[in-house]
C-alpha cells in the first residue's frame, strides 16, 4: 500500500513540476488575490473593522481553503478525462492508494500555498502575533488546506468533465462564505440553514481560529477542537476513496 502510494505522489509532483503555468498559477494566484484584499480592505472606514487582524486571518485562511479546492478539483477531473485514474486501476491500485497518493502529492503544493500567503499576509499588515500563535495558525490552516484537497477529490467523483464542475465553485464559495460562520456568528443563523454549517470544513476551522486570536493562545490551549477538525478530514478521506469509481 505505502508503495503505491508513494508512486502515485511521486507522479503528481512530477506533473507539477512539468505543468509550469498551472505551478505558477497555483502559487501566485492566491498571492494576488489577497493583495487585492489588502486593496480592497485598505478603502473600507475603519469604523466598520471591528477586529481588522482577526479578519486577515480568516480571509487568509479562507483563500488558502478555496485554492486548494478548486485547483485539485480541476485536477482530478482532467486525470479522469484522460483516463489516468483508470490506467492506475488497471494496474492494481486500489481507491484508498490513489486517494492518499493525490493527497500526498498535493501536498507539498498546499504547503508552499500556504506559507507563502502567511508570509505576505503578515509582510502586509504587520501583524502584531507572535511567533507561536502565527505558527499554529499556519498548521490550522495547512491542515485546512489538506483537508481541502480531500474535498476537491471527493466533489470530483460527482463529475466527468471540466464543465460539471463549475456549479459547484460558486456553491463552494457562496455556502462557506454566507453559513460557515466567516462573516456572522453561527448563532445568528436560524437553525433551518445552520445544520448545513457543519457540513462545511471552514465552519471547523473558524471555530479554532478565532477562539486561538481572541485568547492569544497556541494549539496546545485547543487540542479538542483540533481533533474535531482532523476527524472532520479523516471522514472526508474516507468518503473520497468510498466515492471514488474504479470505472466509469
Known amino acids: 500500500m505505502v508503495r503505491n502510494t508513494l508512486a502515485v505522489a511521486a507522479r503528481i509532483d512530477r506533473q507539477l513540476?512539468?505543468?509550469?503555468?498551472?505551478?505558477?498559477?497555483?502559487?501566485?494566484?492566491?498571492?494576488?488575490?489577497?493583495?487585492?484584499?489588502?486593496?480592497?480592505?485598505?478603502?473600507?472606514?475603519?469604523?466598520?473593522?471591528?477586529?481588522?487582524?482577526?479578519?486577515?486571518?480568516?480571509?487568509?485562511?479562507?483563500?488558502?481553503?478555496?485554492?486548494?479546492?478548486?485547483?485539485?478539483?480541476?485536477?482530478?477531473?482532467?486525470e479522469r478525462r484522460d483516463e489516468t485514474l483508470i490506467r492506475m486501476f488497471v494496474n492494481n491500485f486500489s481507491r484508498t492508494e490513489v486517494v492518499l497518493g493525490y493527497l500526498l502529492g498535493y501536498a507539498s503544493l498546499a504547503t508552499l500555498q500556504a506559507i507563502l500567503i502567511m508570509l505576505e499576509v503578515n509582510l502586509l499588515f504587520q501583524l502584531s502575533y507572535g511567533f507561536g500563535l502565527m505558527l499554529s495558525l499556519f498548521v490550522v490552516m495547512w491542515t485546512l488546506s489538506l483537508i481541502s484537497i480531500a474535498l476537491g477529490i471527493m466533489v470530483s467523483n460527482l463529475a466527468r468533465t471540466e464543465a460539471q464542475i463549475f456549479p459547484f465553485i460558486p456553491l463552494f464559495i457562496l455556502t462557506t462564505i454566507f453559513i460557515s460562520g466567516l462573516i456572522l456568528p453561527l448563532s445568528s443563523l436560524p437553525w433551518s440553514v445552520r445544520w448545513l454549517s457543519y457540513?462545511?470544513?471552514?465552519?471547523?476551522?473558524?471555530?479554532?481560529?478565532?477562539?486561538?486570536?481572541?485568547?492569544?493562545?497556541?494549539?496546545?490551549?485547543?487540542?479538542?477542537?483540533?481533533?474535531?477538525?482532523?476527524?472532520?478530514?479523516?471522514?472526508?478521506?474516507?468518503?473520497?476513496?468510498?466515492?471514488?469509481?474504479?470505472?466509469?
Open 17 to 78: 513540476i512539468g505543468d509550469r503555468r498551472f505551478l505558477a498559477l497555483a502559487i501566485f494566484l492566491p498571492l494576488f488575490i489577497f493583495y487585492l484584499f489588502k486593496v480592497f480592505i485598505r478603502t473600507l472606514p475603519v469604523a466598520l473593522l471591528t477586529n481588522p487582524q482577526e479578519l486577515y486571518i480568516m480571509i487568509t485562511a479562507f483563500i488558502i481553503h478555496f485554492t486548494s479546492y478548486v485547483l485539485c478539483l480541476i485536477v482530478i477531473v482532467r
Open 199 to 248: 457540513l462545511i470544513p471552514f465552519t471547523y476551522a473558524q471555530m479554532l481560529i478565532k477562539p486561538m486570536i481572541a485568547e492569544n493562545s497556541g494549539l496546545f490551549s485547543h487540542l479538542s477542537q483540533f481533533g474535531v477538525l482532523i476527524l472532520y478530514g479523516l471522514l472526508l478521506l474516507f468518503l473520497s476513496s468510498m466515492t471514488l469509481k474504479q470505472r466509469e
